[in-house]
């Protein structure tokens, strides 16, 4: 072998062992890599990542080898976040709530406050310039800001329509479903989505869509109350807040007779729950110290009947009728009534039946005075329609809880009579001197905005009177 040859020889074999020695030193390096990653779960700078291609059973993919280790991590971050947001979350909640009732209490103090001073004259001149018809009218301006600035209501929105989220809206129960209604709509300021800053929480079925779909015409209520039951049961499996006060924050609202019938599906709904009613029947369970009176109103195709709406020929229109009444006799009340002056008197036209070609509401707007006697139930659109055509309320009830009766002084504007004095009801009302009967007219025709339903609703109108009833008695609820 001559020089040449030896010296290519030599250069072929450092060649050689140099590629053999690299690519010895490179499956050592992956091999650690590999081993590091199954048995450390070692992570490695972004510098440092592969990327590597497996078959496993599946179509070659890409897989990051950081994924391996970031997804043990994020799993034992996960379960340290489900550790820590518990008591986080239970935190949370609890300040929440707790910050409800500090509310709570200071509107109390500030409503305190203002029933024992006249430190609000000036604003209630201004939002309430009828003082005479008002408990006390500073207390009131007082409260309705109050809830103005803090109450919230939480619908559950367990159920569906027709049963649940609907409700009547023209017909004589329309007061029951325009508050369902408005309560439905997201843009009424006094809905919460968040039930751990609601004040109170609304069972929002319509008792007057119950009968209508569920009643069989038996006189048996059992179905009804089973719906009622089952709705209790069901919110209150879903969610803490019925067990946590036993219903004691929530209300049901119901214009139909058979509102009270169906409370009693549930103990705690019945003796706990707030109920508002048109049939507020203190004899029947009705306690206005947490139940609270809807007032019937009347709305046959939705609107006001076209001759109560408020107008100057309303305000002007003779009345040479002393009093008026027509209708069924049922109940206890109206057969006496009957019995005494059915067509006895001209001066007072009570009929039975009104015949065919008079008018109802003619005569309203033409009588001084309204006779409005319970019937089955204490409740009756009459009421309301005699305060609408300005017809001052004769009211002949007993055990009836009148609606507002926590704020308004209805004697400023109602004649109210002792069913035992319905044989000397001519006499009652013409001893009503004339000054006395224009005080009552008057003070009658400023109440009726608290007995309107308007859309949308307006401050201190029917739904925010009915909304204020409700909120006057969580006031009235200390909670622990």
Known sequence: MDKHQYTRFCFLSICIGSIALVFAISRCSISFFDYSLQKL??????????????????????????????QQILSVRSRNDTLQSKPEKKKKKLNRRRTVEVGLSKARAS??????????ATLFSVDLPNAQVYRNP???????????????????EEGEPPLVHDGPCKSVYAVEGRFIMEMEKSRT???????????????????????????????????????????????????PFWNRTSGADHFMLACHDWGPLTSKANEDLFHKSIRVMCNANSSEGFNPAKDATLPEIKLYGGEVHPQLRLSKILMTSPRPHLAFFAGGVHGPVRPILLDHWKQRDPDMPVFEYLPKHLNYYDFMRSSKFCFCPSGYEVASPRLIEAIYSECIPVILSVNFVLPFSDILRWETFSVQVDVSEIPRLK???????????????????????????????????AFHMILHSIWLRRLNLRLT
């Open 41 to 70: 779960e070692f992570s490695f700078p972004e510098s440092e990542l592969r990327r590597s291609f497996y078959n496993a059973g599946d179509e070659n993919r890409a897989v990051d080898s950081r994924d391996v280790v970031s």
């Open 111 to 120: 409503i305190r406050e203002a029933a024992s001073s006249n430190r609000n």
């Open 189 to 239: 300021k006094f809905r919460t989505y968040d039930p751990d800053q609601a004040h109170v929480y609304f069972l929002p079925f319509s008792v007057t869509w119950l009968v209508t779909y569920l009643y069989q015409y038996n006189y048996d209520a059992e179905p009804l109350r089973t719906f009622a039951s089952d709705y209790v049961r069901l919110i209150s499996s879903k969610h």
């Open 138 to 156: 500073s207390a009131l301006s007082q409260s309705y800001l109050e809830m103005e600035k803090r109450f919230k209501v939480y619908v559950y």
């Open 427 to 461: 006499e009652i009302l013409t001893s009503i001197s004339d000054e006395k009967y224009q005080s009552l007219k008057r003070n009658l025709r400023y109440v009726r905005r608290h007995f309107e339903l308007n859309d949308p609703p307006k401050r201190y109108d």
